[in-house]
């Protein structure tokens, strides 16, 4: 099996015993999914995945493109998703959500 050309890091908040959970696990619920199911319909070579948290919890929820380590805030809805992954395909992330 060949290995992705970019992976997709979605905070899913997990932390350590007994350290609360942050924002971004509230804020996803069934993204995971959707992302998923986006990537597949516009035929892109990415692998989903959720992680721990992320710590950048002021700023969530957060998804991050590798290897490009681009930084994404505020993804709390599927129209950021879908802006997201547009800019990928254009060449142009999306300044709205880009953490500088």
């Excluded at 924002?23 to 999914?33: S, V």
């Excluded at 989903?48 to 710590?55: D, S, W």
Aim: glycine share 10%; proline share 6%.
């Amino acid at each position: 099996m060949a290995l992705p050309e970019r992976q997709v890091l979605l905070c899913q908040s997990f932390r350590s015993k007994g350290d609360p959970k942050g924002i971004c696990h509230k804020q996803t619920d069934g993204f995971l999914q959707y992302l998923e199911e986006e990537i597949l319909d516009r035929g892109l070579d990415m692998q989903v995945v959720a992680t721990g948290c992320l710590k950048q919890c002021e700023s969530g929820p957060i998804m991050v493109i590798q290897p490009d380590n681009l930084w994404f805030k505020g993804i709390d809805s599927e129209e950021a998703i879908d802006a997201v992954l547009d800019g990928l395909e254009d060449g142009v992330p999306p300044g709205d959500y880009l953490i500088k």
